[in-house]
């Protein structure tokens, strides 16, 4: 679907799950470039995407990755199969994870769970050469656009958004919390090894310093109201990590308070099984706030006394 006439949002359809996991395409006098690629399982569907949309081999002059985890870079060394000419862009913290990307594959396996069914799919090591390294403030050329990266460190420490001042429009990667449409509540991106919030916390705040219309986020869609889902931001992040906290001094296991989390986010969203988007009620609450929670837990467990 094109949000206007340089923005396009592709729905990966990763599971068949729609609005679950986002790319976007960003067009000017024919150049294009894909923000995030979705996992190795749904570069077909991209493709076919590009395909729909006229996309020829030579016009896709960037795959920008906002960080290197398989929901966002899984695709990127598939689609060099045929978009040879493309310039994957990454920061240096993220080539790594883009030469050898099983490193993530098998990271990812192991924070799912070996019991969770729906297939990564491939990947495919991207060349060093097909490499475009970004830092923070660099610019790229997209016909009449400019494509600014901002370093939003946090999430990952190779994290990045991107930043359109023509239209005061940032993609945001998962700087920011997740919002499924249908269920009405954030939830923080946190994931293994580490999730800082007081990281996670500035980097939200260089993004209000920009002058912002609206945000597009991975998880799900368009934001039209930055500054107030920004704000909500910075509370959320913090009341989880403040939460998971106190109810593990508690005496609470990890599994008491995942469970916790879940059912304060179903009352919160005002939400029931039946009403719930199926994503969120097969995937998010049963994994995602799982991993959550273990972000967190990776991050601060050191803060607790021995006997906890």
């Not at 609005?19 to 470039?33: F, K, T, W």
């Amino acid at each position: 679907m094109w949000l206007d006439e340089n923005i396009y949002i592709l729905d990966t359809k990763w599971g068949g799950y729609r609005e679950a996991i986002a790319s976007y395409l960003v067009r000017s006098n024919d150049e294009y470039a894909l923000i995030d690629t979705g996992y190795g399982a749904t570069t077909n569907e991209i493709i076919r995407q590009l395909d729909q949309l006229g996309v020829g081999e030579r016009q896709l002059k960037y795959i920008i990755l906002t960080h290197t985890h398989l929901d966002h870079m899984g695709g990127a060394g598939l689609l060099l199969d045929k978009y040879s000419e493309a310039r994957v862009v990454t920061t240096e913290a993220g080539i790594l994870n883009l030469i050898r990307p099983l490193r993530m594959y098998y990271g990812a396996k192991m924070v799912f769970g070996e019991d969770f069914n729906i297939d990564f799919g491939k990947v495919k090591d991207v060349p060093k050469e097909s490499m475009y390294i970004v830092e923070d403030g660099d610019e790229l050329k997209l016909g009449d656009l400019t494509l600014r990266m901002v370093e939003t460190p946090g999430h990952t420490r190779d994290h990045i958004s991107i930043y359109i001042p023509e239209n005061k429009t940032l993609i945001t990667g998962d700087a920011v919390c997740n919002k499924y449409p249908g269920f009405d509540v954030l939830i923080p991106p946190a994931s293994p090894p580490l999730y800082p919030v007081s990281v996670v916390t500035e980097s939200i705040n260089k993004i209000r310093r920009l002058k912002l219309d609206r945000l597009l986020i991975p998880h799900f869609g368009e934001v039209t109201q930055p500054e107030e889902f920004l704000e909500e931001n910075i509370r959320v992040v913090s009341e989880w990590k403040d939460y998971i906290i106190n109810n593990l001094m508690k005496g609470h296991d990890y599994h008491q308070l995942v469970d916790m989390i879940k059912y304060k986010l179903i009352r919160e969203a005002k939400s029931t099984p039946d009403t719930m988007p199926k994503y969120v009620k097969e995937v998010v609450l049963p994994t995602l706030i799982r991993i959550s929670v273990l972000g967190y837990m990776a991050t601060y467990i050191n803060r607790f006394p021995p006997e906890t």
